[in-house]
């Protein structure tokens, strides 16, 4: 609030319009949270809604818990979540940890021109698989 004991609001509506166009450039990522992040939330209503394209979400009947627990009763559930647990726990173990030990193998060799040789043949894969779609 030292703004407003120096000049008041006065002050602060200068240094407003002095920095409008980094305002401008903060609205930008601002506005893609609030509609990708914070507006999908809306939606999760939909796992509690009978859910009918032609009336939308505010308009569907609500049935509360009923595919919650048709859910839980299924007999593939304890199947599914062990699926789950044993692929989420095989990411932590083997996807997370080899960025890390590849990054620390290519700092270790010696000579610019090989370390730029070996980033660029380990990262080719994923520029391929951008350009070339099947």
């Known amino acids: 609030?030292?703004?407003?004991?120096?000049?008041?609001?006065?002050?602060?509506?200068?240094?407003?319009?002095?920095?409008?166009?980094?305002?401008?450039?903060?609205?930008?990522?601002?506005?893609?949270?609030?509609?990708?992040?914070?507006?999908?939330?809306?939606?999760l209503g939909i796992a509690f809604k009978n859910y009918n394209a032609r009336a939308g979400l505010w308009k569907s009947k609500g049935v509360g818990l009923k595919y919650f627990k048709m859910f839980l009763n299924d007999p593939y559930f304890f199947t599914v979540l062990k699926n789950t647990i044993i692929i989420s726990l095989c990411s932590l173990v083997f996807y997370f940890p080899v960025p890390i030990i590849l990054a620390l193998m290519i700092n270790e060799v010696k000579g610019v021109r090989k370390k730029k040789f070996v980033q660029t043949v380990t990262y080719l894969p994923y520029f391929i698989s951008t350009v070339v779609r099947p």
């Open 1 to 43: 609030m030292k703004a407003l004991k120096n000049g008041g609001w006065k002050h602060v509506r200068k240094e407003l319009w002095k920095n409008r166009f980094l305002y401008l450039m903060l609205a930008i990522p601002l506005l893609y949270f609030f509609v990708f992040k914070y507006g999908a939330i809306g939606w």
